[in-house]
């Protein structure tokens, strides 16, 4: 049973010396359990292991896939199947269908589970949304990107 290792208050086990309690507070990959020291070094993980066509050869650039979601375009569009499961995902993590990246997507209660209320990405707070009238007609709004200059 995952979790039954991780005890709360100063008499944590120890684990590549760090305990228990901060060791909740680093990122770790849904899919195997893994911790990472930031963000970034998880996001590298899952592309490797996670993200990639198991089918497509390793030397290959086709098959390394940014997201999740990628890979189930990749799956289709080249091997004309549907991904059944995320490669190398623990039984019970293995649904494509979550769209877990990094720390975002994941469950909720799988959060609570381990003692993190939810996670809140630094950095990626939506932008606030551009008023219509600001557009050239016939441009839709792209969340993230600044609106158009008015050409007329």
């Known amino acids: 049973?995952?979790?039954?290792?991780?005890?709360?208050?100063?008499?944590?086990?120890?684990?590549?010396?760090?305990?228990?309690?901060?060791?909740?507070?680093?990122p770790f990959c849904y899919f195997c359990d893994r911790t990472f020291n930031d963000e970034s070094t998880l996001i590298q993980h899952q592309r490797a292991k996670h993200f990639r066509?198991?089918?497509?050869?390793?030397?290959a650039?086709?098959?390394?896939?940014?997201?999740?979601?990628?890979?189930?375009v990749h799956t289709l569009k080249i091997h004309a199947k549907s991904l059944a499961k995320v490669p190398n995902a623990m039984p019970g993590r293995s649904n494509p269908n979550l769209?877990?990246?990094?720390?975002?997507?994941?469950?909720?209660?799988f959060l609570r589970e381990r003692g993190i209320e939810h996670h809140e990405p630094i950095g990626k707070a939506e932008p606030p949304p551009v008023p219509v009238?600001?557009?050239?007609?016939?441009?839709?709004?792209?969340?993230?990107m600044?609106?158009?200059?008015?050409?007329a």
């Open 1 to 26: 049973h995952f979790g039954s290792s991780q005890r709360s208050g100063a008499m944590g086990k120890k684990k590549g010396g760090i305990a228990a309690s901060q060791q909740s507070n680093r």
């Open 53 to 59: 066509c198991q089918e497509c050869d390793d030397t």
């Open 61 to 72: 650039v086709r098959g390394k896939c940014e997201s999740v979601q990628g890979l189930i």
């Open 99 to 109: 769209n877990v990246y990094g720390m975002d997507g994941i469950p909720a209660e």
């Open 133 to 144: 009238e600001t557009m050239p007609a016939g441009f839709p709004t792209l969340p993230g």
């Open 146 to 151: 600044p609106p158009l200059p008015d050409l």
